[in-house]
């Protein structure tokens, strides 16, 4: 058991919720706050602000990654949090944005308190989560230093123009890289963006790593024919086939032990004519899990199923992997300190994956990495109605400070 006396203020934290909220606020509720819109800089502005009041040292790197610090007593590597506050197109008040705030609250309560931890604790904005992640890439060095295409936005904006809005510079992009020289510890709070607490009744998430995900662009060639004169033992239905695939997918992810899922999410069938039979398909499967071999384990057994589709069907199928991205594993240690703190909270807790994409994911490729996770209501997210109430994001930041205080005590 550690011993927990400070706690945040549950009530400020909700107070700057509804205030960022406000800004690029939708009519039902829900936020629209893209990457480098004016309403990301007025919100990151308000972050500046926020950090500032509680003697923060604030630095924007050249990605553009806002990094507030509250300096400690000996010259350590940080411990750092925070998240994102850019938003998709209509998205909800907590993804992102609580881990941000939980961070500034964090440093609040320790500020009024008079406290220092003998590491510097640093709260960071990272820069366009919701799109190509630049900021935290940057920040890994996995970032495509040399293709400024890759970032370009939908309505043709540069990325140097994007950067050069919020501080930061394209061609000093390499300078944002940091290791665990700087950063001993990464830590996220984030709204679990899934139905699974809630199912379980659970109140916090101790987040095991981030899931890998590969996924596969399929292309299945039969031939085009007329839907009245074509027998059917004479066809090569390329639909049929498709569907029949749809169900493999479905089984090679139930059929081993585990939490593992895939999904074919997008098809497109040719000519698709009422009269004619389907000549060819293009449909994408997307699988995750934390496990590699899992991972592999299911493409195996679906490769099996593909070849006797092929006969059945006349058919013939080609896998293109299209986008495998590693898993990221949070740190053993950081997953037990959690755990021992929700129990002296008296929260429980559930160990779990991640299978939604976070910046603790790029993050965790060069330091220490863990993730709190707190319930989303119904399991919505990215959506104007994700809603996790006042008493669970005061939990959620309540766990991140005394992690944070615990693994201060336990680093050195
Ligand atoms: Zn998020």
């Known amino acids: 058991m550690v011993t927990v006396t400070l706690q945040t203020n549950h009530a400020r934290l909700q107070q700057r919720l509804n205030d960022l909220s406000t800004i690029g606020v939708l009519p039902y509720g829900g936020v629209r706050r893209m990457a480098y819109s004016p309403e990301d800089l007025a919100a990151r502005q308000q972050m500046i602000t926020a950090m500032e009041q509680v003697d923060m040292a604030i630095t924007i790197d050249a990605a553009g990654n806002i990094i507030g610090r509250y300096s400690g007593t000996q010259d350590l590597p940080a411990l750092a949090t925070g998240s994102h506050i850019d938003t998709v197109p209509a998205g909800g008040r907590y993804d992102g944005a609580l881990g ?9 309560t320790l500020h009024e308190a008079g406290q220092r931890l003998k590491h510097p604790i640093e709260v960071i904005v990272f820069t366009d989560e919701e799109g190509e992640m630049i900021g935290s890439k940057a920040m890994a ?19 140097q123009t994007c950067l050069q809005r919020i501080g930061g510079d394209w061609k000093q992009l390499a300078t944002a890289q940091r290791t665990s020289q700087d950063v001993a510890v990464y830590l996220e709070l984030h709204v679990e963006q899934g139905g699974v607490l809630e199912a379980r009744e659970c109140q916090i998430g101790v987040v095991q790593g981030i899931v890998s995900l590969q996924r596969y662009l399929v292309t299945i060639s039969g031939r085009p024919n007329h839907a009245g004169t074509t027998p059917m033992d004479m066809r090569q ?17 139930v059929d081993i032990p585990g939490d593992q899922v895939a999904t074919v999410g997008y098809l497109d069938v040719t000519p698709n004519a009422a009269n004619i039979v389907p000549g060819q398909v293009d449909l994408t499967i997307d699988m995750r899990d934390l496990s590699l071999e899992t991972i592999e384990t299911m493409v195996n057994a679906l490769q099996q199923r593909v070849q006797k589709i092929e006969v059945t069907t006349g058919t013939q199928i080609q896998l293109e992997r299209q986008h ?16 021992a703190v929700c129990d002296s909270l008296k929260l429980s807790h559930y160990s779990m ?6 910046d603790a994911q790029e993050m965790g490729r060069f330091t220490q990495m863990g993730m709190i996770f707190v319930p989303s209501q119904a399991g919505v997210s990215h959506a104007e109605d994700e809603y996790t109430s006042p008493e669970q994001c005061g939990q959620g930041a309540d766990v991140l400070l005394h992690t944070l205080l615990q693994l201060d005590l336990n680093l050195l």
């Open 100 to 108: 941000v705030l939980a961070g500034i609250e964090v440093v609040a």
């Open 141 to 159: 060095g996995t970032a495509h230093y040399t293709d400024a295409e890759f970032y370009q936005r939908l309505d043709g904006t540069s990325i």
């Open 237 to 253: 239905d390329a639909l049929y086939a498709a569907s029949l695939l749809v169900a493999a997918v479905h089984d090679v992810a």
């Open 324 to 339: 495998a991205v590693e898993p990221t594993l949070a740190s053993p240690r950081i997953q037990e300190t959690i755990a």
């Open 353 to 358: 994956p991640s299978r939604a994409i976070h």
